[in-house]
């Protein structure tokens, strides 16, 4: 199969799964089908009015000290803090669907037990084929709309090493993010005691936050059962390549096999230890209704920016915005700054249309320039997962709870069993980076037609993986720093025309196999020699007929970690000031310095926190204001997010039960 282009055709076939109810299949397919007619029908009017705006010569209608553009999980933050600063006003837009949870959402009971990322708010992005994996491409889902990706992620919370962090420019270290990673948190080592979370009185205020706006809670699942269960001897095991227990993952020491600390709130009352949780995001906690209520920070989904606007001074300087809404297109003015946080593909992708990167590849688009910036688009960096997936030998070692109700067994300190994290170093660089990070899965990862499927939505994949009848697990590692640089390209002006997106990896290296491959004989070792090996029938992946080099290319997956397409010190300086261009700042993933060895969101959400003060600092804006600013009547009023749709999205776990 040839593959030309990384943009699949917008399909409507139907899935082959007898589970989707028809309720699902409304939802999944026909939804799509009818918003695609619908953003013809809207595109045609759009570009009417568009090209008339643009020989209007741009009047806006409303202005705004600052634009933030997408609420992801960096997007969320800044707008957020921006807003504490009374007199600035702050307009805050994600381009999303609408968020009507009754026709965007599906009733989670005909959800299980299946879960799939399939949903009008996935964007549908691929990849070009990888040649370092059998020329398959690979699917990468996204959220649009209110908390971004964040809405789908596993809300798990690692911060990267203080030694991977020495990569990234001078002044962004780990001891410089440590306040900000401590600021996000409300950690539960300030409410249970030491004998139960094994973090001392005085490491718990050394690395953690008390009262910020996300709780961080420990994972129990009584899926696991004896897997879980009978694997604490071995995490405890000096001898092991983790080096043994790590009672805070995100404290002294990174390494080691730890319990899974989360973004995960408590239902009601935070010391309740029997409560449920539900999945936290940075829109659930920075931006509450007592935020979004403020009079100076106007939020609004369905809103999508389609262009910054410059004017013609050197260095070009951001005027305002065109936007996109039901209602039409409009140009919207900003005093200050324009901030980006469409995330790793989408922030790139709007410079670029906007006139701002690779010379080259704005002259193939057919896009004038406004600045050169070569580095907008570049250095894509990921994680890259490989599954090992065993069968157990008997159902109740892993899911006695099959078949019932999934989200009613999260609970937290003291019930279930642990669910293990594990950070280890094989020693093969003679660095101290985490190379690889292992979960234990109580589903099928693996999904063999992924990357050949014409409709790679359809497949299961990543945590969206299928229960099999006969249980098996998956310990899924990943790669937490391989070798490639892939890069984010546009193919014309239109930002509703997906950019190419090319990791770039022609082979796999000395050091990618040999992680891989010293982790799975030492973890077939464990399998043959332990009471906790025992409790498994079977390998199915890799086999051992398979040469694992064999393995690793048919089986590579993205980790869902994309990040630097827009990288700090290259496409912007330490202060996130895209270069070349006048206020224009970068505040999500694109904007990491380097690779990270650890789950991306606790760095864009501590990268954010830092932004906001940054921003302050150079406004001279550290003292509350004297004079409070409203937004009427300086600008026009317009819809915002409503507080009864704020306090739906709070239960994230009733619409998205198996996300992890
Ligand atoms: C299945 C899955 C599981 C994951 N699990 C974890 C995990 O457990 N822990 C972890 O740390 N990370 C996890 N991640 C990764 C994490 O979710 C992302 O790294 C993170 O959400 C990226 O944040 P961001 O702010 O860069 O972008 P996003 O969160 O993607 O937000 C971008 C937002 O901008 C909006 N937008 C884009 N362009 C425009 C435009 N032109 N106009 C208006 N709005 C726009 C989009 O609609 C979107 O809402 C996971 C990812 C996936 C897919
Ligand atoms: C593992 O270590 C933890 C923390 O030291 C301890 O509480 C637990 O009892 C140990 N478990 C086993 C099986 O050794
Ligand atoms: C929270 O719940 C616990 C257990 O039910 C109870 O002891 C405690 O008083 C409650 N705290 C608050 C602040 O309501
Ligand atoms: C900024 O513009 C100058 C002059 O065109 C160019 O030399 C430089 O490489 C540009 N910077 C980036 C980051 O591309
Ligand atoms: C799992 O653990 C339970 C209780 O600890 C035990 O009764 C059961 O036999 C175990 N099952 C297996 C397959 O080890
Ligand atoms: C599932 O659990 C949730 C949370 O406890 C509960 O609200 C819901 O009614 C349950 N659904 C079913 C089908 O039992
Ligand atoms: C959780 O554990 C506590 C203490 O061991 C026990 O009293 C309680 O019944 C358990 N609750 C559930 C829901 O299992
Ligand atoms: C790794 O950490 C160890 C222990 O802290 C230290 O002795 C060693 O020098 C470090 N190695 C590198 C390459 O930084
Ligand atoms: C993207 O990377 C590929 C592979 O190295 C290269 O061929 C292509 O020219 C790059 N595109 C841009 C715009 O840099
Ligand atoms: C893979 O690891 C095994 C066991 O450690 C070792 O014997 C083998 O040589 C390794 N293979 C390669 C190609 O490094
Ligand atoms: C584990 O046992 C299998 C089957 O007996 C054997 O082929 C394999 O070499 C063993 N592997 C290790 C790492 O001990
Ligand atoms: C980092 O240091 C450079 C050079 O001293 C300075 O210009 C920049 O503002 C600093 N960045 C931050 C975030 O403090
Ligand atoms: C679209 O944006 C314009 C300009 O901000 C605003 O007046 C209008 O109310 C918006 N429409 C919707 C449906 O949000």
């Not at 209110?146 to 002044?171: C, D, E």
């Not at 990491?592 to 921003?615: H, S, V, Y």
């Amino acid at each position: 199969m040839v593959f030309t282009t990384s943009i699949p055709k917008e399909s409507n076939s139907s899935s082959n799964d007898r589970r989707l109810s028809k309720k699902m299949l409304v939802a999944f397919f026909c939804v799509p089908m009818a918003l695609v007619l619908a953003a013809c029908i809207w595109g045609a009017v759009m570009t009417a009015k568009f090209v008339s705006i643009q020989k209007e010569k741009a009047s806006f209608i409303e202005e705004f000290d600052f634009i933030v553009v997408g609420l992801g999980a960096g997007g969320s933050v800044i707008a957020s803090r921006l807003s504490e600063v009374s007199r600035w006003t702050v307009l805050a837009v994600d381009g999303g669907p609408r968020e009507e949870l009754s026709s965007t959402d599906i009733d989670p009971n005909d959800l299980l037990p299946v879960y799939s990322f399939v949903s009008p708010h996935d964007p549908v992005i691929t990849s070009l084929p990888l040649r370092a994996g059998n020329n398959k491409i690979m699917y990468l889902p996204r959220f649009n709309g209110l908390g971004g990706t964040a809405r789908l992620y596993g809300g798990i919370n690692v911060r990267p090493s203080p030694a991977i962090m020495r990569r990234w420019p001078s002044n962004w270290t780990y001891d410089d993010l440590l306040p900000y990673f401590k600021k996000i948190e409300d950690h539960y080592c300030y409410y249970y005691d030491e004998k139960v979370t094994g973090i001392s009185d005085a490491n718990c205020r050394k690395y953690h936050g008390q009262h910020g706006p996300l709780q961080v809670n420990p994972t129990y699942v009584p899926e696991f059962a004896n897997v879980s269960k009978h694997f604490e001897s071995l995490c405890n095991d000096t001898s092991q390549l983790w080096g043994g227990y790590n009672a805070d993952i995100n404290g002294e020491r990174y390494l080691g096999c730890s319990l899974f600390q989360r973004y995960f709130n408590r239902k009601g009352n935070r010391t309740d230890e029997q409560s449920d949780y539900f999945l936290g995001t940075s829109f659930q906690g920075y931006l509450q209704p007592s935020v979004i209520n403020r009079a100076n920070l106007r939020i609004r989904s369905a809103t999508m920016v389609t262009k910054i606007l410059f004017d013609k001074s050197s260095p070009p300087k951001a005027t305002g915005v065109i936007i996109q809404n039901s209602t039409g297109t409009f140009t919207i003015k900003v005093n200050k700054e324009v901030i980006l946080a469409g995330g790793a593909f989408a922030t790139p992708q709007l410079l670029q249309v906007s006139g701002v990167g690779d010379q080259s590849t704005l002259a193939k688009a057919r896009i004038p320039l406004v600045a050169e910036n070569f580095h907008v688009g570049k250095n894509l960096r990921d994680h890259v997962a490989v599954p090992m997936i065993l069968r157990v030998k008997q159902m109740s070692s892993t899911f006695p709870n099959v078949g019932k109700n999934v989200t009613a067994y999260v609970r937290s300190i003291p019930n279930g069993s642990k669910s293990w994290i594990i950070a280890l170093n094989t020693g093969l660089r003679g660095d101290n980076i985490t190379d690889l990070q292992i979960y234990f899965s109580n589903t099928n990862y693996h999904s063999p037609d992924l990357f050949t499927n014409p409709e790679p939505r359809q497949c299961r994949y990543g945590s969206n993986g299928h229960r099999e009848k006969q249980a098996e697990v998956t310990l899924r590692m990943i790669l937490q720093d391989p070798s490639f640089l892939g890069n984010v390209t546009v193919i014309s002006d239109n930002i509703r025309d997906k950019p190419i997106i090319n990791f770039n990896w022609d082979s796999i290296n000395d050091y990618e196999y040999g992680v891989f491959n010293i982790t799975i004989q030492r973890l077939r070792n464990l399998i043959n020699n332990t009471e906790w090996g025992n409790l498994f029938a079977e390998e199915i992946y890799p086999g051992l007929d398979t040469p694992i080099k064999t393995f690793i290319d048919g089986h590579l997956e993205s980790a869902l970690h994309p990040i630097s397409t827009c990288q700090m010190g290259l496409c912007s300086d330490t202060r996130l000031r895209v270069f070349n261009i006048s206020q224009v700042r970068v505040c999500d993933a694109s904007a990491f310095g380097e690779q990270i060895d650890a789950n991306p969101t606790a760095t864009i959400f501590a990268l954010a926190e830092r932004l906001a003060d940054i921003i302050r600092e150079d406004y001279n804006e550290f003292h509350e204001p004297l004079q409070v600013r409203s937004l009427t009547p300086h600008v026009a009023t317009g819809p915002t997010i409503s507080v009864t749709s704020m306090n739906h999205l709070k239960d994230y776990s009733k619409f998205f039960p198996d996300a992890a």
